[in-house]
Every structure is written in structure tokens, then in C-alpha cells.
């Protein structure tokens, strides 16, 4: 069964979900139902070296680089609306695929141009962000970003890293100020 | 005190165990309405009764209330522990009574206060939102067993009705009716704002209509004046002003928007701007001052333009197969004489035949003819022409009824909105069967 995890909380995933290979991460949403423009939540990953940093710029996938150049991370595609049933957008990790070299994954959740449409997360219905064994679908952590986030815009959700040759899954659930393009900055991302 | 933000959520059930406050509110620079809306888990407005507002003050269970809070125009008093399990959340909204959109809004809150105490407040202003006609400003919601609020601050364009709409039963249970009653609560505010002499009047009407079955009726409705120089005593009088509100009122039963058209004819044919609720004080007198009587009395000319306003695709001409439309229209045509132009004024009737107008003709003079057929025989008829159009040979199917009356205020409210609707209630169901209504 799912663990509740509190913020700061951790699980150790290689023991939890022995056979665990693959990591989905899940956003859903409700479409926006008044008039305005509509919400549009990103989810995005980084693949950080033990310093914390990307590699490259590759290393940042998002709806505009749906794919790492090891394969390891990949992103479902871009729904900007909430439309549509269940989880809205998908990022999947394979960790078999995760190379050596990067120690953790850090997953955001951003609102496309929060400021410019004066949203937050509590403006949306039914926001979450959720982790997920890709076989069977179970669920592992998730927030509710609707009600626990409410006057936040972009989040890191959580941490993927290394402990020795397991896998463990941080609950950070860390508001963040500015968007995407800063979150993304602030792990050396280039943009 | 909290000052909440847009989506910033509060758990009311650990700041107020309770459960019962007030909810203070106030829109400045903009006529707006206030109201509640209890929905069930489904975010539906499932009962009715549930929606709480000015003219529906309280909810069957006590827990929702119009109620004054000091200080602020508007307010609704709370108790939470009392609404029903089926009310999962409570919704606090506002829409625009009359024109204008949320961005003219000065500035306005919401506020939680608890006795004297102010718990949270969540201000806003026009620039917050754009062109939206109804707004919902905060939720009060159930989770984890117990409640909380959010300040949501996002609406609709379309106004109370689209915000109904947005609440409306499901599917099954069709999505207009809430919507249609929301439009007639709205008109039925705005006519005891503006034009408080129409409250009776539309309650009258609406007894007649309920007896010929045609409560809920929509249609359009045409007011058609002579203003020949032999009406002039009566348009002196201010009858014809209380003619003309009484058709008013029949309008506003009629039609959501709480105005008719009105044509004026004489020689010539002339459309001012509709009577509705905002204008109707002293409407024909500035008729009267704008148009001056003129000398000759034209019928048929009067009719081209009245069927050419509504279906345009002929110009008032001839017309030569039926003309389907969602909305008849009820055209009251008043008259103190004859015209001179009776074969046009015949054409006119036959070719209107085919569309979905129906021509209440009403004769002012000083004499009538009985509806008996058997005392009529020995009167003599001081519309002999109008009585022959309502039995006019040669039309698609019989659309106008006649009637006299000695003077314009001769019948009570109740008979006159009766005698209205003698024919009408006849004709529409012939209107549909051929094929001119759906």
C-alpha cells in the first residue's frame, strides 16, 4: 500500500517495491471550468550530479525536451489544459537506465505562466502530483497541491536518489518562488 | 485575521469548531446580487431550495441566512452543523443586476467574522478579473470531516446564468430550468427596482396566462400605436402610458429581458427605442414629444414594417411559404379608427399568415360590438373593418383576433390580460401544427 509521507519524509523504494524499475510521475488536474485563461501545470525533471547540478542542459527534461539523451528519463507529452481523464501529463524513470554519474532526480511542478495569469496551485481543482511503481501502478507518495499548496506556483515534489545501490524517494514538497525557469536555473540549467 | 489570497485555502472547522459565523460582502461600482449555493458532493445544485438569496432568504435546515453584518452591505449568516450531509459545499457568489462586467468593480470583500471578530477577509478589486458577468468568490467545503474555505475569485462571462448553468442538475435532469428560473429571479428583482408599478401588474398577467396554461411561455412581445390626431386626449390622459405598461407586464412574463418593441403609426410608420423597465416611467410621453400626431391612419404600412423587423427575408412583402421560427411574436395593435389602407392592411394579414406573428387587434371607441354573435346582429360595429380582418378569408391559418373596448382603462387588470389571451393560446398550437413553431 501507499505510504503517506510527510514533507521531508522519505521511503526507500528498493525495499518497499523490491521489484521497482521504472518510476512514474504523475500530475493531474481539473480543466478550469470559468472563464479566463486556462491552468496549465508542468511537470518537469532534473538529473543532478552529486553536487547537486545538471551535466547539461539535456540533463533538464520538460515539455520542450520530452527525453534524456540516456533514455533514462522521459516525459509523457504536454497537456495544457487538465483535459482528459486520470493523470494528466507523465514523466517515467527507468532507473535501470540512470547512469552512474548522476545521484538523484529532483521532479518539479510548475504553472505555466503563473504571474502573467495571476494562478496558483489552490486556484485549480483537484491539482496533485503523484509518484507511481510503473507495474501495477501503486502509488507511492502524492500531494495535494490544490489544498497543501494552495498559494504556491512551482514545487519541488520530490527527490529521487541514490542511497549505496538503492533507490529512495524524498517527499520535498518545497514551494519555489519564480517558475520554471528559476527552479530550473537554480540546478544549473543554462537558460 | 487572515488576508486570504485567490486559491489560498483556510480550515474553518479549527478556527470556528462551531461552525456558525457570518460571511460579510461588499462589490462597490458595480449593481450587484449576492447568493448561496448549497451543492451536493457532486458540485450540483441538486435542491433548489438551497439557493439562498434575497428573494429565498433561508435555507429549510436554518444553516444558511440572508442575514445585515455591521459594517458591511451585504451578508449571510452561517451554521454549518446544520446543513444536511447531502450539501457538500457551499458557494458564495455574486453576479451583476444590470449592465456592466467585474473589471468596472471598484474594490469589494468577502469577510469571516465570528461575534464581533474578523477571522479572515479576502479583498479584491476590477482589476482582478475582465469581462466576467457573475463571479464566485469563496467555497466553504467539506474535507477530512470537517470544513474549510477558499477564496476562489474566478467567474463567468455569461452571468448568473452561466453560473447556474455551471451548478445545474445533471444531465437527466435537463440543464434549463434552474437557468430559466435564475433569468426570471433576476428580472423579477430588477422589476422591483425599476419599475415597481409592474409588480402587480405582472402578477395579474401571470393569473391569466396560468389559466390558458402558458406560464411558461416565451414569446415576443410588440406594441403597435396609433398615433393618429384622433388619439390625442388619450395620449393627453396618460391612458395610453398605462396602456403600455400594462402590455409591458405581459411582456416581462413573456420574455426575460423586461422589454417590448413598439411601433408607432399613423401616416407613416416610426420604431423608437423598446419600452423596458428602465424607461418605461413616462415612456409615451416622449413618444408623443418626439412623434406628433399625424392625419392619416395607415394599418398596412404599420404591419410591413412590423413583419419586416422580425422577418426581414420578405421586407413586410409577400410571402409565399411558411417561415419557421423558435419565438412567436405578439403583436398588440392598437387603434381608436379605420385605415385607408384596408386592401394592403388585408394583404399585410394573409402574407403574415405564413409566419409566427399573431395580431391582437383592439378597437378604442366609443360604442362596441358584443362578442355575442347573436346581440351583435343588432348593434352596430364601430370596427367593421377590424371585425372582418379577424375573420379575414384567404390565410394560411387565422392569426389575428379582434376585440373594442369604450376605453382604454374600461377592463380590470384580470379582464384585459383575459381578453388577451382569448385567441393566442388557439393560434400557437395551430402555429406549431403547421409547421411555423417547433
Known sequence: MAISLQKGGNVNLSKEAPSLKKLVIGLGWDPRATDGAAFDIDGSAFMLKADGKV???????????????????????????????????????DLSLVPSEIDRIAVGVTIHEADARRQNFGMVGKAYIRCLDANGNKEIARYDLSEDSSTETAMIFGEIYRAGAEWKFKAVGQGFAGGLGPLARSFGIST | MTTLAKGQRLKISDLIPTGAFRVGLAAHGLAVDFACFGLDSAGKLSDDRYMTFFNQPRSPCGGLEVCTVPGDPDGFAFKLASLPTTVDRVVVALSVSGDGVMSALGSGYLRIVEGERELAHFPFTGADFSSERALILGEFYRKDGGWRFMAVGQGFDGGLEALVKHFGATVEESLTPPAAQAAKVALNKRVEREAPQLVNLIKQAGVSLQKVGLSDHHAKVCLCLDISGS????????????????????????????????????????????????????????????????????????????????????????????????????????????????????????????????????????????????LAAFSTADFPFLESLDDLPGRFIDNADYFSVSSLDEHSDAALYDLLMTEYPGWLKLASRHGLLP
Open chain 1, 55 to 93: 551535466r547539461s542542459d539535456s540533463d533538464f527534461v520538460f515539455y520542450n525536451n520530452v527525453k534524456s539523451t540516456d533514455g533514462s528519463v522521459s516525459h509523457g507529452g504536454d497537456n495544457t489544459s487538465g483535459v482528459g481523464e486520470g493523470d494528466d501529463e507523465k514523466i517515467l524513470i
Open chain 2, 231 to 374: 388619439m390625442a386626449g388619450l395620449y393627453r390622459q396618460g391612458m395610453v402610458q398605462s396602456f403600455a405598461e400594462r402590455v409591458l407586464a405581459l411582456g416581462c412574463k413573456f420574455d426575460d429581458d423586461g422589454a417590448i418593441d413598439v411601433f408607432l403609426f399613423g401616416e407613416d410608420v416610426h420604431q423608437p427605442v423598446p419600452m423596458g423597465l428602465a424607461n418605461c416611467r413616462g415612456y409615451v410621453q416622449q413618444l408623443v414629444a418626439r412623434h406628433p400626431l399625424e392625419g392619416d391612419t395607415r394599418y398596412g404600412r404599420a404591419m410591413a414594417a412590423i413583419r419586416g423587423f422580425y422577418f426581414p427575408d420578405t421586407a413586410g412583402g409577400e410571402r409565399l411559404s411558411p417561415v419557421k421560427a423558435a419565438l412567436p411574436v405578439y403583436v398588440m395593435f392598437v387603434t381608436d379608427g379605420s385605415t385607408s389602407d384596408k386592401a394592403v392592411t388585408e394583404k399585410q394579414l394573409r402574407w403574415s399568415g405564413m409566419e409566427p406573428i399573431f395580431w391582437q387587434f383592439m378597437g378604442i371607441g366609443n360604442g362596441r360590438k358584443p362578442k355575442s354573435r347573436l
